[in-house]
Structures are given as C-alpha cells and as structure tokens.
C-alpha cells in the first residue's frame, strides 16, 4: 500500500462513480449504531456545505473548475454546484438564494421518483421471500428443535418462531441472519482477491451506507455494504475487487481501473448491474 504524508479521504464506491441516481437525506448516517454527523458528507467524504434559506435548510456539494459561471447541477445524491475558482462563497450563496425555488423544485421530483421506484416493504409473515446471492429464499416459521435452518437446494429459511411470532421479530431474524451470511462471504471474498493482487488490509466491517456500496480508506480499512449480499456472488466480487485496487490506487484513474481488470476482468459488465440495482430498488427490509 501506497504511504503519503498527507491523510487521504476514503475511496468509496458510490453514486458519482457509478452515477447512480440515489438520494440521501441529509444527516443520514452510513450504519445505524452511529450517530448523525453534524454536517452531512457528500459522497468523496467531504462535508457538505449549508445555507439557511427561510425556514428550509439546504446542503449542498461545491466544485471548483475553471468554467466561466455557475452551474448548478440536481440528481439523486443532491445539489452540486460547479463554480469557477475566483467566485467567492457570498456570490455563490445569492445564486443559490435566486434559484431557490427552482433547487427546492428539483430535489422534490428527485425523492418522489425514487419513493416511486423503490420496492413495496417486505410482508413478513411465514412465506415471506427475500433475495439471497441472486436467488429468492422462502422465509418459513417453526423450525424444529429451535434451530434456524437454511436449505441451499429449496432455497428455504426457516426460523425457530411460532406461526403468529411478530414481523418485527421475523424481520430481525433474517436480517441477522443475512449480515452473518454477508459478514462470513464478504470476508472469504477479499481474501481470495487480496491474494490474486498481492496486497494486505487492515480490517474491513459491514456498513448500512445508503450511496455506497462500498469504501476503502488509505490506512487500509475497508466497508462493504451488507446488502450486496443480495445479489450474486460476481457482483460482490466487483465490489471486493474494487476497494482492494485502492490499496495500490487511491483515485480512479485509469491504472486503477486497469488494476481492477487484472483481478476481475468482468468488472464492466458488474458495474452495469450495480449502474441498474441502485441500493434504493433493494427489498425494503
């Protein structure tokens, strides 16, 4: 791994590097257990910037560039705003105050198309279904000898609950049960991979990020989304592939893709799957 005297911030696979249309609240945190920031991160880490506009707030992620005006950009993730470098901040926020109505309009439509798209809410009763590596697994109640029980070759899960056991109680069940299932893969994965790279993390956890999928940070400690285990194991293997190739390249250059390539050459084709499973179309668990 590449040493600097400078920290660097966290490479995350996120929405700007998949250009995924996502939106995130602001304040959102990236795993329940942790409390909200108190100034929201855009997806590169940085902390987003704030104006108080009446009694709304709004965050919002500045570029410098050397365009000649002030663009203003809305997607899934938020406002961006580009501006060149010799605008100052008091020039930018009167922008921002004149087309207010327009950035409140945008970001509107931007949550009801997502709220749109986004998957009904698991029922979560016996024969309740939920994707497992690609696959859909039949949730079942009353397991024997109060153990829980996954059959591979049904594609069953059963849980030792009665028949009339809460949904609450189902849901943290199997939820459970997928982030031990993800916490033991995931850990298999990039093994396998640092291995074929010939490069060391640190440590890696589970995260609940709502725009990532997964992140490496430059003193080797790498997060990978839990609900990847959602989809097929190649899939995963892009996203282990992936933050591994930061221990040799912090950015996204085309030596890092290129690194990404001698470790999974089919990395195109996963990243187009991830561009159209964004983590909003997952199963609302």
Request: glycine residues 6%.
């Amino acid at each position: 791994m590449q040493k600097s005297s400078k920290p660097q911030p966290a490479a995350a696979l996120d929405s700007r590097q998949l250009d995924l249309p996502l939106f995130e609240a602001p304040g959102k945190p990236d795993s329940p257990p942790q409390p909200s920031p108190a100034v929201p991160l855009a997806p590169d880490g940085t902390k987003l910037r704030h104006i108080t506009l009446g009694a709304r707030s709004l965050y919002y992620y500045l570029k410098r560039s050397s365009r000649r005006s002030i663009g203003f950009a809305i997607d899934g993730s938020g406002l961006t705003i580009t501006a060149p470098r010799w605008v100052t901040l008091t020039d930018i926020e009167t922008a921002i105050t004149e087309k207010q109505r327009w950035i409140f309009t945008k970001l509107t439509e931007w949550q009801t198309r997502v709220e749109q798209r986004a998957l009904p809410r698991v029922d979560w009763k016996d024969g309740a279904q939920v994707p497992y590596l690609g696959h859909p697994v039949s949730v079942t109640l009353g397991a024997p000898h109060g153990t829980l029980l996954f059959d591979a070759q049904q594609a069953s899960l059963a849980l030792p609950l009665p028949m009339q056991a809460d949904p609450q109680q189902i849901k943290d069940r199997v939820q459970g049960w997928l982030q031990s299932e993800a916490k033991r893969l995931f850990g298999e994965r990039l093994d396998i991979y640092a291995e074929k790279l010939g490069v060391n993390y640190r440590a890696y956890a589970l995260s609940s990020a709502a725009t990532r999928w997964g992140s490496c940070s430059s003193d080797g400690k790498i997060r990978l989304n839990w609900r990847l285990i959602h989809f097929p194991v190649s899939i995963i293997d892009y996203v282990v592939a992936h933050e591994l190739a930061h221990l040799r390249e912090m950015n996204h250059s085309p030596r890092f893709w290129q690194t990404v390539e001698s470790i999974f050459p089919e990395f195109r084709e996963a990243r187009q799957t991830l561009k159209h499973h964004p983590p909003e179309l997952l199963p609302a668990l």
